[in-house]
């Protein structure tokens, strides 16, 4: 079974660094791109940042770029998000997401989230 | 503002059928693939539709999906109570560089 747990968030002040991290296993992680998303306190759904496979490709949404680095251990089968100069906009769910080439890389599998909250 | 346009909100009666649209642009829907997701408030977004119409095994035919030009859409059949839930559109933005939602829509059965 797929199974993806998120972990590492927490209340931080602004200006400050967190880092999540998601666990992976049931599925051979080296193969797959990975994807962070987000959804703030009554709002939608937001993407944040994709990894591919092998780490070669790596995007950020125009919000994040600049404060965020996505990375990735294959060995350890996680997948990470350094979240540097927080910012009260930042507070949301982050779930970390398997994209798969079979689905046309839709995000087939979804961790259940975990809090980020900003403020002083 | 997101890039990807959704209604806010839709709504119908059990057994009914709704539509919910996407519009984007060439850059987006116009040369991407769409995908549609199923999120429950406090639960884990669920994949619908892959690939602008396909389903993933497991996802009832009741739910469809549809591209043409820089618009695409979801389609519900026989509505149940268990349906109401948001609904998100998303594909890759080539100008952008990144991975794009729709604002979402949230699904009302009345």
């Known amino acids: 079974e797929v199974q993806l747990v998120e972990s590492g968030g927490g209340l931080v002040k602004p200006g400050g660094s967190l880092r999540l991290s998601c666990a992976a296993s049931?599925?051979?992680?080296?193969?797959?791109?990975m994807n962070w998303v987000r959804q703030a306190p009554g709002k939608g759904l937001e993407w944040v940042s994709f990894?591919?496979?092998?780490?070669?490709?790596?995007y950020y949404a125009d919000s994040v770029k600049g404060r965020f680095t996505i990375s990735r251990d294959n060995d350890k089968n996680s997948l990470y998000l350094q979240m540097n100069s927080l910012r009260a906009e930042d507070t949301a769910v982050y779930y970390c997401?398997?994209?798969?080439?079979?689905?046309?890389?839709?995000?087939?599998?979804w961790g259940q989230g975990t809090m980020v909250t900003v403020s002083s | 503002q997101s890039v990807l346009t959704q209604p806010p909100s839709v709504s119908a009666a059990p057994g009914q059928k709704v539509t919910i649209s996407c519009s984007g642009s060439s850059s987006n829907i116009g040369s991407k693939y769409v995908s549609w997701y199923q999120h429950f408030p406090g639960t884990t977004p669920k994949v619908l539709i892959y690939g602008n119409n396909k389903r993933p095994s497991g996802i009832p035919d009741r739910f469809s999906g549809s591209k043409s030009g820089t618009s695409a859409t979801l389609g519900i059949t026989g509505l149940q109570t268990g349906d109401e839930a948001d609904y998100y559109c998303a594909t890759w933005d080539s100008s952008l560089n990144g991975g794009v939602f729709g604002g979402g829509t949230k699904l009302t059965v009345l």
């Open positions: 997401a398997r994209e798969t080439a079979a689905l046309n890389d839709a995000l087939d599998s």
């Open positions: 049931g599925f051979t992680f080296s193969t797959y791109s």
């Open positions: 990894i591919s496979s092998s780490s070669s490709y790596i």
